[in-house]
T-cell receptor, first 112, second 116 residues
Framework: DGGITQSPKYLFRKEGQNVTLSCEQNLNHDAMYWYRQDPGQGLRLIYY???????QKGDIAEGYSVSREKKESFPLTVTSAQKNPTAFYLC???????????FGSGTRLTVV | AQTVTQSQPEMSVQEAETVTLSCTYDTSENNYYLFWYKQPPSRQMILVIR??????QNATENRFSVNFQKAAKSFSLKISDSQLGDTAMYFC?????????????FGQGTELSVKP
């Protein structure tokens, strides 16, 4: 079945460490997105990519980095510069010219 | 910049009754999409319904319908015959209809509880 796979489901990070969240899709979608979800704030866009080897900052990109070396993969690195990284992270993909998003099942990141 | 506002953080409804969730948005664009997404306790995002701004007719999907008021920039969701499985967080979202990345802008969410 086609879809988006996010891993791991739960992730714990010590303060000062970088950590990478995985997002893989087999839908052949062009565009991929990372959103952060916090209680009472909805989902906010971190980064997005419309084609391989290109990506743009969203509304809250500070403290995060991404890469898009393959069409299928869009990993998100939460760096030590992110002051409050504890949140739920959702990855999504979409075909350009199509309104429909497909979401992954999310990664819950907790700083310990 | 576009903004989406959901002014009801929490709502509850009795099973089989009707409930309306509110959403307002701000934009200077003329061509856009509006969506309602459902996020149950599993946290999987599920598209409930979408509306294209150029269409005057309100969208309907089974028990779910919208009241789209373009001039007032209002987009409410009505759930008829509420079921226990409708218990979830509901997000209103906006997308410009252009080639600028297809970014979704979300409201803060409304947590709906359907009570037996």
């Amino acid at each position: 079945d086609g879809g988006i796979t996010q891993s791991p489901k739960y992730l714990f990070r010590k303060e000062g460490q970088n950590v990478t969240l995985s997002c893989e899709q087999n839908l052949n979608h062009d565009a991929m997105y990372w959103y952060r979800q916090d209680p009472g704030q909805g989902l906010r866009l971190i980064y997005y990519s419309q084609i391989v080897n290109d990506f743009q900052k969203g509304d809250i990109a500070e403290g995060y980095s991404v890469s898009r070396e393959k069409k299928e993969s869009f990993p998100l690195t939460v760096t030590s510069a992110q002051k409050n990284p504890t949140a739920f992270y959702l990855c999504a993909s979409r075909n350009r010219g199509n309104y429909g998003y497909t979401f992954g099942s999310g990664t819950r990141l907790t700083v310990v | 910049a576009q903004t989406v506002t959901q002014s009801q953080p929490e709502m509850s409804v009795q099973e089989a009754e009707t409930v309306t969730l509110s959403c307002t948005y701000d934009t200077s664009e003329n061509n856009y999409y509006l969506f309602w997404y459902k996020q149950p306790p599993s946290r999987q995002m599920i598209l409930v319904i979408r509306q294209e701004a150029y269409k005057q007719q309100n969208a309907t999907e089974n028990r779910f319908s919208v009241n789209f008021q373009k001039a007032a920039k209002s987009f409410s969701l009505k759930i008829s015959d509420s079921q226990l499985g409708d218990t979830a967080m509901y997000f209103c979202a906006f997308m410009k209809r252009d080639n600028q990345g297809g970014k979704l802008i979300f409201g803060q969410g409304t947590e709906l509880s359907v009570k037996p």
